[in-house]
């Protein structure tokens, strides 16, 4: 997939002031500091797309960009943050779940994973919420510049294992890096697969 065009459409604070097209979605979602925001500018190939932050955790509300003019790139705000106040977080956790739960545009999750460390409950409990909330997601294993290859495969190996303590199929899963741009050949035709899937009757 080429990306021809990308631009920010809106935020929202809850699932009733999103866009309401039946565009197909596809949300990314993570802990704090994981390099959201890096990855969906790498991915559009867009520098300033996505507002980076020194301080983690900036994400507030539902971010939707239109890509091509075919479908949304949706920026979800990171969960488990733990410097925001327990109201705060209350009214974050509630939204991400309403609209992972109800929007019906939804086509993927893309769930991302800081490749450097071991794997975190947090993230494992999230994953398995997603699964038996039969919410299509994949895995996103960023920063992969920062480790030798080795240590990159031995530490994504780790965390296969681990979901494969709950999980008779593993999830998808791509290994990027925003400074190199790997892994974005691989997430766009991923995606494109999945818009033919949709476009399919």
Same mark, same amino acid.
């Given at each position: 997939?080429e990306i021809k065009t990308?631009?920010?459409t809106?935020?929202s604070p809850n699932i009733?002031?999103c866009?309401?097209?039946f565009r197909p979605?596809y949300a990314?979602i993570?802990?704090?500091?994981?390099?959201?925001?890096?990855?969906i $500018? +790498?991915?559009c190939?867009?520098?300033?797309?996505?507002?980076?932050? =020194?301080?983690?955790?900036?994400t507030l509300? %539902?971010? &939707?960009?239109?890509i091509n003019?075919e479908?949304y790139?949706v920026?979800?705000p990171?969960y488990?943050?733990?410097?925001r106040?327990?109201?705060?977080q209350?009214?974050?956790d $509630? +939204?991400i779940?309403?609209?992972?739960l109800?929007?019906?545009?939804l =086509?993927?999750?893309?769930?991302?994973?800081d %490749?450097? &460390?071991a794997?975190?409950?947090?993230?494992?409990?999230?994953?398995?919420w997603?699964g038996?909330?039969?919410?299509?997601f994949s895995?996103v294993?960023?920063?992969?510049?920062k480790?030798?290859?080795?240590?990159a495969?031995?530490?994504v190996?780790n965390?296969?294992d681990?979901l494969?303590?709950t999980?008779?199929?593993?999830?998808?899963y791509f290994?990027?890096?925003s400074?190199?741009?790997?892994?974005?050949?691989?997430?766009?035709?991923y995606?494109?697969?999945v818009n033919?899937?949709?476009?399919?009757?």
């Amino acid at each position: 997939m080429e990306i021809k065009t990308s631009e920010f459409t809106l935020s929202s604070p809850n699932i009733e002031k999103c866009p309401t097209d039946f565009r197909p979605e596809y949300a990314f979602i993570g802990r704090s500091n994981v390099g959201k925001s890096s990855l969906i $500018n +790498m991915l559009c190939n867009h520098k300033g797309l996505a507002k980076t932050s =020194a301080t983690p955790g900036k994400t507030l509300l %539902i971010n &939707h960009f239109i890509i091509n003019r075919e479908w949304y790139l949706v920026d979800l705000p990171g969960y488990g943050y733990a410097k925001r106040s327990k109201t705060i977080q209350q009214k974050i956790d $509630n +939204m991400i779940t309403s609209y992972l739960l109800m929007r019906q545009q939804l =086509a993927n999750v893309f769930v991302l994973i800081d %490749i450097r &460390h071991a794997p975190q409950k947090i993230d494992l409990d999230f994953i398995n919420w997603l699964g038996s909330s039969s919410i299509p997601f994949s895995i996103v294993f960023t920063k992969a510049d920062k480790l030798s290859k080795q240590k990159a495969s031995e530490n994504v190996k780790n965390y296969m294992d681990a979901l494969s303590e709950t999980w008779e199929e593993l999830p998808p899963y791509f290994v990027t890096s925003s400074e190199k741009k790997t892994g974005r050949d691989e997430i766009l035709t991923y995606i494109e697969n999945v818009n033919k899937d949709i476009a399919t009757p």
